[in-house]
């Protein structure tokens, strides 16, 4: 079995689902090549992707989740959702709550990326406290979507919700080229002892990991050796990442393919159950 805890998806209705991007324009990937959700399981099943974790398309929707709410809602079976709040907002907690009801079970704090490109400072702002207690009340992971200059930031806030488990989307997207002992990601690697961490490998990483001096080799079985396949899932990004849901995922098995079946089994499926357990009762 196979589990996507990273695609999104995109509603070519536009007066129902209005766009509303972070930062103000929309991303290029959900104007040119939207997926809606019943693209999504048609290119799940051509892929063979049992179950997904939407993730909420925050360079379209911003913090509107209504999209992939009701996406779980008519799928049930084969959707979970991962939805995005403004935790600095003081009413952080009740459309956390809101969402949660909807039965998303996951929330992603955006703070850098296609519409952001430089890092937020606010990923450790107390005002964002609230937000992130009301995460570890309802038991619900966090996703960080970001850079390696946030990393100390990030350090903080794992150190006071330990009970809160941060999935780090793209391993923040740490340089590889310079190869073995990849000191570019030595940011990401310190991170290692915090249990509460786990890390969302993409096509992205894999092609990263193929740069330079960097290959799949050697990088892989290293990051194994310091997180642990059972603190690292597989997500497609799909369709930010172009390409076909298959294509990504065969990429993706391949550069995997010098690992255990084990450790393989753990980064497309279980790990992915670890952090959202109501897959696995679909």
Same mark, same amino acid.
């Given at each position: ?29 959900? $104007?040119?090549? #939207? ?57 952080? #907690?009740?459309?956390? $709550? ?6 998303? +079970? ?8 296609? +519409? ?32 390696? &200059?946030?990393?100390?930031? !990030? ?21 590889? *080229?310079?190869? #073995?002992? =990849?000191?570019?990601? *030595?940011?990401?690697? $310190?991170?290692?002892? =915090? ?8 096509? $992205? ?50 550069? !995997? ?21 109501? !897959?696995?009762? &679909?």
């Amino acid at each position: 079995m196979t589990i996507d805890i990273h695609p999104h998806v995109i509603s070519t209705d536009t007066g129902r689902y209005p766009n509303a991007p972070v930062g103000g324009h929309k991303s290029d990937w959900s $104007r040119e090549r #939207p997926v809606s959700m019943e693209q999504m399981i048609a290119a799940m099943d051509q892929a063979g992707i049992a179950k997904s974790a939407l993730v909420q398309a925050s360079t379209c929707y911003g913090h509107d989740n209504s999209y992939i709410a009701d996406a779980v809602a008519a799928h049930p079976n084969r959707f979970t959702g991962v939805f995005s709040v403004d935790v600095l907002a003081p009413d952080a #907690p009740d459309k956390i $709550r809101y969402w949660v009801g909807r039965n998303l +079970t996951g929330m992603r704090l955006f703070t850098a990326g296609s +519409t952001m490109p430089n890092q937020a400072d606010w990923v450790d702002d107390p005002r964002s406290f609230p937000a992130w207690e009301c995460a570890s009340e309802l038991g619900i992971p966090v996703c960080m979507q970001m850079t390696v &200059k946030a990393l100390p930031q !990030l350090t903080h806030m794992l150190e006071r919700f330990q009970n809160v488990r941060v999935i780090l989307d793209h391993l923040a997207k740490p340089t590889l *080229s310079d190869g #073995p002992p =990849y000191a570019g990601a *030595s940011d990401v690697f $310190r991170l290692a002892d =915090y249990r509460n961490l786990y890390l969302k490998l993409t096509p $992205r990483t894999v092609a990263e990991a193929q740069k330079g001096k960097a290959t799949h080799a050697t990088f892989f079985p290293f990051l194994v050796s310091k997180f642990g396949a059972s603190r690292i899932a597989w997500g497609s990004n799909y369709p930010a990442s172009e390409g076909t849901l298959p294509e990504l995922l065969k990429v993706s098995q391949a550069a !995997l393919s010098v690992l255990s079946a084990e450790d393989r089994y753990w980064i497309f499926a279980r790990t992915a159950l670890t952090l959202y357990p109501v !897959l696995a009762g &679909k």
